[in-house]
Every structure is written in structure tokens, then in C-alpha cells.
């Protein structure tokens, strides 16, 4: 994986797809709790060669949009904004992409809370009271037979 500062990330790209690198497989974010890594993925289609190119965003989480390189990267691009807060630079379309609205904290950040998760009481919680741990039922998964607990000389363990 080819690490770049963030200034560079359209030119690196630029310079993989002059390689010949032609297809754009993939951009990924990554919270890293101090950071946000971006790592894109591109392909050179005459041998299959792949190449990652990563960079690290500082706290103000702006990069170059690259759409002018791989077209198809507005759609990468937009993910990052929305789950991640990104900001892209140059971007060509910033509708959301996966949800409705832009509000709300990104949800793929470590620090948004997400408040399903705190209101929901989760199966098997330490803190649950003996009183609900004893009324819950056990659950088979979708496609499993009824008969799943029950044991017939060892086939199901």
C-alpha cells in the first residue's frame, strides 16, 4: 500500500491511472480514532495488477474529489461524506447517497453515538436482572429446524 500525504492523493491517482491503471475498484474509509485513513483500490485490466493508495485526513477531513480521474469515484466520494464526515473538494455531486437527510452525526464515526444502540436492551446484557435473563427464549436463527436443541445421538452437537 502506497501511503501519500492528502495534497498528493489526486495526483498519486492521476499517475495510477497514466500507468495504466484503469479501473477504480474501490474507496474506503477508515476511523482511526486519531484519523480518518482513505484508501482507494485501482486495477490495471491488461494484467490484472492491483495497486492501494492511502492517505491520512487530518481533523478538518477534506480531500480532493477525483472524479475527473475515475469517473466512477463520485460514488466513493459521496459515501465518504455521508458515513464519515469527509469533506471533498471539487465534488461534483453531493446529494446523500445511503440517507435521506445529511443531518445527524456521520454514523460510520467511533464517536457518533448511535441511539438504537444505547435504548435498546441487547439479549445477554451483564446488567439485565436475573428476572429477565430467566423469561428469555432461546432463538433459532432463519432456515434452522425447530428440532435444533434437540439432540439426537450427536448429530446436532
Not at 89 to 97: I, W
Amino acid at each position: 500500500m502506497k501511503q501519500v500525504p492528502v495534497e498528493a492523493w489526486a495526483a498519486e491517482l492521476a499517475a495510477c491511472r497514466d500507468a495504466g491503471y484503469d479501473v477504480l475498484d474501490m474507496i474506503a474509509g477508515v476511523d482511526r480514532s486519531e484519523w480518518i485513513e482513505v484508501i482507494a483500490s485501482v486495477m490495471r485490466t491488461s494484467d490484472a495488477a492491483c495497486e492501494l493508495v492511502a492517505t491520512r485526513l487530518d481533523s478538518d477531513h477534506v480531500i480532493a474529489s477525483i472524479t475527473d480521474v475515475y469517473a466512477g469515484a463520485s460514488w466513493y466520494e459521496r459515501e465518504l461524506a455521508e458515513m464519515f464526515g469527509v469533506r471533498i473538494a471539487g465534488a461534483h455531486d453531493e446529494r446523500p447517497l445511503l440517507r435521506r437527510t445529511d443531518e445527524g452525526a456521520p454514523i460510520l464515526l467511533k464517536s457518533t453515538v448511535l441511539g438504537a444502540r444505547v435504548l435498546t436492551p441487547w439479549p445477554g446484557d451483564a446488567d439485565a436482572s436475573d428476572d429477565a435473563k430467566a423469561n428469555r427464549r432461546r432463538q433459532r436463527a432463519v432456515g434452522v429446524a425447530e428440532d435444533w436443541l434437540v439432540s439426537d445421538g450427536g448429530s446436532h452437537e
